[in-house]
T-cell receptor, first 111, second 114 residues
Framework: QQQVKQSPQSLIVQKGGISIINCAYE??????FPWYQQFPGKGPALLIA?????SEKKEGRFTISFNKSAKQFSLHIMDSQPGDSATYFC??????????FGAGTILRVKS | DVKVTQSSRYLVKRTGEKVFLECVQD?????MFWYRQDPGLGLRLIYF???????EKGDIPEGYSVSREKKERFSLILESASTNQTSMYLC?????????????FGEGSRLTVL
């Protein structure tokens, strides 16, 4: 049973476009929602994270939007660049407990 | 710069062989983890350890065991490798109290079992 459902499985975006990846969760006790970015041949690395007391967090071109009532959160990549091509994982946890990861989204940005 | 090192990047083993995957971190982290990464399934937790000689089962521990004799080293053991254990294995670590926080990952060990 997957506690965090991620979509789409893969995504192709034109350079300069907006990439959007969505995640939905079931456990209302989750209070920490990070996104990890993984380049080919590398391990995942923390990209950006949010707690449910805010609805949005922005770091450069990357924004997390959080909808507590819908139990959904999403990653938006503005002005997508070929260097953003990677696999993106959403995750969730009750802070202090282990992370539960989504299935991953393979993003390809076409130049 | 923080570092988690997985000594074997690529391994090819035969069914029934015993396999050791080694992981070393240089950040003095208390917590260490082994994940398995498969396409369409994301990262699934096999085992984790929050202290030397301590271990906890994750979501998919069957067919695996672990060893943590030193704080910086966490080993994953496949007692008798099977073809369904062909996968990418990722080691990660985090500081005490940060189990739900930022994980630092190694570059992975890709295991093929023939």
């Amino acid at each position: 049973q997957q506690q965090v459902k991620q979509s789409p499985q893969s995504l192709i975006v034109q350079k300069g476009g907006i990439s959007i990846i969505n995640c939905a969760y079931e456990n209302t006790a989750f209070d920490y929602f990070p996104w990890y970015q993984q380049f080919p041949g590398k391990g995942p690395a923390l990209l950006i994270a949010i707690r449910p007391d805010v609805s949005e967090k922005k770091e450069g071109r990357f924004t997390i939007s959080f909808n507590k009532s819908a139990k959904q959160f999403s990653l938006h990549i503005m002005d997508s660049q070929p260097g953003d091509s990677a696999t993106y994982f959403c995750a969730a946890s009750v802070y202090g407990n282990k992370l539960v990861f989504g299935a991953g989204t393979i993003l390809r940005v076409k130049s | 710069d923080v570092k988690v090192t997985q000594s074997s990047r690529y391994l090819v083993k035969r069914t029934g062989e015993k396999v050791f995957l080694e992981c070393v971190q240089d950040m003095d982290h208390e917590n260490m983890f082994w994940y398995r990464q498969d396409p369409g399934l994301g990262l699934r937790l096999i085992y984790f350890s929050y202290d030397v000689k301590m271990k906890e089962k994750g979501d998919i521990p069957e067919g695996y065991s672990v060893s943590r004799e030193k704080k910086e080293r966490f080993s994953l053991i496949l007692e008798s490798a099977s073809t369904n254990q062909t996968s990418m294995y990722l080691c990660a670590s985090t500081h005490q109290g940060g189990i739900g926080g930022e994980l630092f990952f190694g570059e992975g060990s890709r295991l093929t079992v023939l």
